[in-house]
């Protein structure tokens, strides 16, 4: 019979006929989201998800729709289309389902994220790449809800050396939050992520980071190893007779290797009363 219409309507035609009856079969769909029947609303929204691409401009007006029951089941929808773009595709074939699990909100991309890096000798995990994760954990450390769950997002990160999140660690140093900021800082110095030392620094000079926080070891394999080199390119500035802009007292604070922590009070404490009637500008 499809043939036969082909034949007398042409193939463009045929396209077109499908496309339509896709288009209403979306809207049948789409108004069935606001049934006052639960089964129905299930049914609707699992069909949907399957069409969800199709869908997409017909679900961004039903988001907008005064019908709470539609307008919510929508955005679900288009979150989890927003979920699937963002997440890698091998990703998706290892946990089906997992963007539309992901639809519920912010705080679920953290609780993925975390029950993934916990499941050790899942077979399911034995298929998850270090890419797949750092594509998660970017998400999950964006939508973290809590200072609580940054902090622990953060800190799987700096375990699990996924160096691909560097620059989400980066960013998370100018955070508001105090123990947000030390852990992102401790966590570049595990993954040694030395692009981002003169982001440390400056955060450093103006206060920003608690740098006792980290362990030695960290603070030694970034700031002191990577961050040496910045420091001895502006104390050759200054000598030059041009601006340097880490200051005096940071250059000091770098050189202390065998010091343990270079934070503010320590400073304070070694300095003695000499750096503080105005030695810091010779």
Sequence with gaps: MVFLIG????????????????????????????????EEREEATQELRGLVEKAEEQLKQAAESPDA????????????????RELTENLLRAVPGLEWRLSAGGGTWAEVFLELMDEEGDPTKARITKADLERLGGGALERARTEGEAVEIIARVGMSELTGLAPSLSRSLGDRREDVRSMAAWALGELEAKDCVEELVLYWRIGNLRWCFAPRRA????????????????????????????????????????????????????????????????
């Design 7 to 38: 034949l007398v309507l042409g193939p463009e035609n045929v396209l077109q006929e499908k496309q339509d009856e896709e288009l209403r079969r979306i809207g049948e769909l789409i108004r069935k989201l606001g049934s006052e029947v639960l």
């Design 69 to 84: 029951e539609r307008a919510v089941r929508a955005r679900e929808l288009l979150a989890g289309l927003g979920a699937r």
């Design 219 to 282: 603070w030694r394999a970034l700031a002191l190893r990577a961050g040496s080199r910045l420091f001895w390119r502006e104390s050759t500035a200054r000598k030059d007779g041009t601006s340097a802009p880490i200051s005096t007292r940071s250059t000091r604070c770098a050189r202390r290797r065998n010091g343990g922590g270079c934070g503010r009070r320590r400073w304070k404490k070694s300095s003695g009363g000499s750096h503080g009637s105005g030695s810091r500008g010779r």
